[in-house]
């Protein structure tokens, strides 16, 4: 069995089926890890949800802003024939941990000071939200750029949008754990007081990788702490996969630019 990651596909689905081609996946035998952001900027956002529902226990997926999103705009423009997906996707997590292969897989990153236990804890209050009958009020209030810092006394939506933020968006942070969201260059372009996530030491079990994506300016990098997924594919890069069973080995196929940077009708990035 070999199990494989796969960075954002953005509603891609013609580069997603030719990494799956490209990589010999058979559903019976192999496992997919999609690192969040399947849908919402790409030409076939629909048809990527049915490809990846297909594939079943085959499939893990954790949710991105993107796919958030997504089902905002659902839930808003009341799309009744999208209830399947909406209801599929909203009942995936927002961070999965296999202890046999001791990979975390998260959108964006896991927020500096947060161990294993605390961050699958705090991801599960999430989507205890998503799953329930009232998750449409969560999505409409889940948006903003406040609070950026966590604080154990947070409670109510603050504290479910600090959640959704650290776990989703984030690329950035300051010395004193406070997310930044203007600055989406490589690292070493950005203000002097920030950082990447990455660069604060992990409280996390020995030789535990985190796999993520999101951060399309770091394209597929792989090292003895993080697996970096989003090469970029709906801006004209490509479509990363890389095994994890094993020594990491990456493969990528190519992706038509699909999208335009900075749209208005595209708020969360």
Not at 199 to 223: D, E, M, N, Q
Not at 232 to 245: K, P
Request: aromatic share 8%; charged share 25%; glycine share 10%.
């Amino acid at each position: 069995m070999a199990v494989w990651a796969v960075g954002d596909v953005q509603g891609c689905l013609g580069p997603l089926d030719a990494l799956l081609e490209r990589i010999g996946f058979e559903p019976g035998r192999d496992r997919l890890w999609f690192c969040g952001d399947l849908v919402n900027r790409g030409p076939d956002s629909e048809g990527v949800l049915k490809r990846v529902r297909e594939l079943e226990e085959a499939a893990v997926i954790v949710l991105g802003n993107h796919d958030l999103h997504w089902l905002a705009q659902q839930v808003r423009e009341e799309h009744a024939d999208a209830r399947a997906d909406t209801d599929w996707l909203r009942n995936r997590p927002l961070a999965h941990f296999d202890p046999d292969l001791n990979c975390l897989l998260v959108h964006a990153g896991l927020l500096p000071g947060w161990d294993l236990e605390q961050a699958l804890a705090r991801a599960a209050e999430v989507e205890s939200v998503l799953k329930d009958a009232a998750y449409r009020d969560f999505l409409a209030d889940m948006y903003g750029n406040t609070p950026n810092c966590w604080e154990d006394g947070l409670s109510g939506i603050r504290r479910q949008r600090m959640i959704v933020n650290a776990f989703t968006r984030m690329r950035m942070v300051d010395e004193r754990g406070r997310l930044d969201f203007s600055y989406k260059g490589p690292p070493g372009g950005q203000p002097p007081y920030l950082a990447p996530w990455f660069r604060h030491s992990p409280k996390l079990p020995r030789g535990c990788r985190v796999v993520f994506g999101h951060w399309s300016a770091l394209g597929c990098l792989i090292t003895d702490r993080f697996i970096a997924l989003d090469s970029g594919c709906v801006w004209g890069g490509s479509l990363a996969a890389v095994r994890l069973d094993g020594p990491p080995q990456s493969v990528s196929v190519p992706c038509p630019k699909a999208g335009k940077r900075g749209s208005a009708k595209r708020r969360r990035r």
